[in-house]
């Protein structure tokens, strides 16, 4: 029989769909190429798909790093978990794409505080990917967006086909968005319960954390998409195709090395990168700065949180 306790990751796992994953194809919602409940359902379905194919790559990274950190009982794991998932809910509401393994690292650290075990020291592949997420989504659609417009955007306008084009380009990348977030996220929402604590296995894992994210794409993902889509950069519709490829392309490397990293990010980043071909003043910077601030605020939060609870227990 399964622990009760895995309700604080299922928790989690309903904001990362409902903040993160949903992202996927927010520039194809704000373009009106496709509609709202269209991508939700092709979201939902990709990230179960890519957490049961290829989830299993991530969870023995944050189970190894939770319970070194000092979460070696299922009630540690239960709060930290209820830390990053009440962390992410707020953003959510506030409509601030933030990074859930952003709220799951820095509750590992709140909560493994009090015993002096905190790991600092491998912390530092978690913050490198956190940089390097959304600078790999800006430089692969600043390239890939430079050589499109410069080539075949405008050409391609001029006939009967395009937008038939731009939205099957959309739906395909947007599938392949939605199973690579499955494949890297789901070790945020079940990863810290399997592994060395073992109150999941790795299938169980997998399929528990798939359909969490799912459920959070279905029942609450619009208000986030607005952020994303339509207030950072004012876009085309190719530009946002590429927007999706590049944050796609990104998440989807992560997954195979096995290192969560946020979908929010890669996205965020890609539409830097657009704005970047226009120019810098392009650019919504009072909305850039809320979503850098709440990306900042996330881990601070979710420790602050969890430390809170740990000092409970």
Do not use: C
């Not at 939205?167 to 939605?178: E, H, Q, S, V």
Request: proline share 2%; aromatic share 10%.
């Amino acid at each position: 029989m399964l622990s009760p306790l895995i309700l604080g990751g299922v928790f989690l796992g309903w904001g990362l769909g409902a903040n993160d994953s949903a992202n996927i194809f927010g520039t194809a919602v704000a373009t009106r190429v496709v509609r709202f409940w269209t991508a939700a359902i092709i979201t939902a379905l990709g990230v179960v798909a890519g957490a049961m194919i290829n989830g299993g790559n991530g969870i023995e990274h944050i189970s190894d790093y939770a319970f070194d950190g000092g979460i070696t009982t299922a009630q540690g794991a239960f709060f930290v978990m209820l830390s990053a998932a009440l962390t992410v809910a707020g953003m959510t509401v506030l409509r601030l794409p933030v990074s859930t393994s952003q709220a799951v690292i820095g509750a590992i650290i709140g909560g493994g505080i009090l015993s002096g075990q905190a790991d600092f020291g491998a912390t530092v592949k978690f913050f490198s990917a956190w940089f390097l997420t959304p600078v790999g989504g800006l430089v692969l659609a600043f390239i890939f967006y430079k050589v499109i417009k410069s080539t075949i955007e405008d050409r391609l306008t001029d006939y009967a086909f395009y937008q038939g084009f731009i939205k099957t380009g959309y739906i395909l990348a947007g599938a392949f968005g939605a199973f690579s977030l499955g494949a890297n996220n789901v070790a945020n929402v079940t990863g810290i319960f399997a592994g060395r604590l073992n109150l999941l296995t790795q299938s169980q894992a997998v399929v528990i954390g798939g359909l969490a994210i799912a459920l959070g794409v279905l029942t609450y993902s619009k208000p986030v998409m607005s952020t994303v889509g339509e207030r950072l950069v004012p876009m085309s519709q190719m530009a946002g195709f590429i927007v999706v490829l590049s944050a796609s392309m990104t998440v989807y490397i992560y997954a195979l090395i096995g290192i969560p990293v946020s979908s929010s990010q890669a996205v965020i980043g890609a539409v830097i990168g657009i704005g970047l071909t226009s120019g810098i003043d392009t650019i919504n910077v009072k909305m850039l700065k809320n979503v850098l601030l709440g990306w900042f605020a996330t881990p601070s939060i979710a420790a602050m949180i969890s430390l809170f609870f740990a000092l409970l227990y």
